[in-house]
């Protein structure tokens, strides 16, 4: 069944870049968007963005014009490039996948921590 790994969290300074990626596996039913949420202890699940399968991105309102989101079809990975960091942005990152049947899955999320 499907399966999200997420890799690249760790911690940065305020101003520091990060790069995530996911990579799905365990399906071969089309992809019809890929993106990112992050948590924050004791807050709800924020959205960050999204990709569909088009390329058409959506981006959360704290973190247009600093995140990238991108993938890369052939290698079934989606990647978020986080750049400007703030502290504002520590939180679980958690990657997530919708499929044609309009089924979503959620990977294990991975820790990102931006000091100042």
């Known amino acids: 069944q499907e399966r999200l790994v997420e890799s690249g969290g760790g911690s940065v300074q305020a101003g520091g870049s990060l790069r995530l990626s996911c990579e799905a596996s365990g399906s071969r039913l089309s992809v019809n968007a890929m993106g990112w949420y992050r948590q924050a202890p004791g807050k709800q699940r924020e959205f960050v963005a999204r990709?569909?399968?088009?390329?058409?991105?959506n981006y959360g309102d704290s973190v247009k014009g600093r995140f990238t989101i991108s993938r890369d079809n052939a290698k079934n990975m989606v990647h978020l490039q986080m750049d400007s960091l703030k502290a504002e942005d520590t939180a679980v990152y958690y990657c997530?996948?919708?499929?044609?049947?309009?089924?979503?899955?959620w990977g294990q999320g991975t820790q990102v921590t931006v000091s100042s």
């Open positions: 997530n996948i919708e499929r044609n049947t309009g089924r979503q899955s």
């Open positions: 990709i569909n399968r088009d390329g058409m991105t």
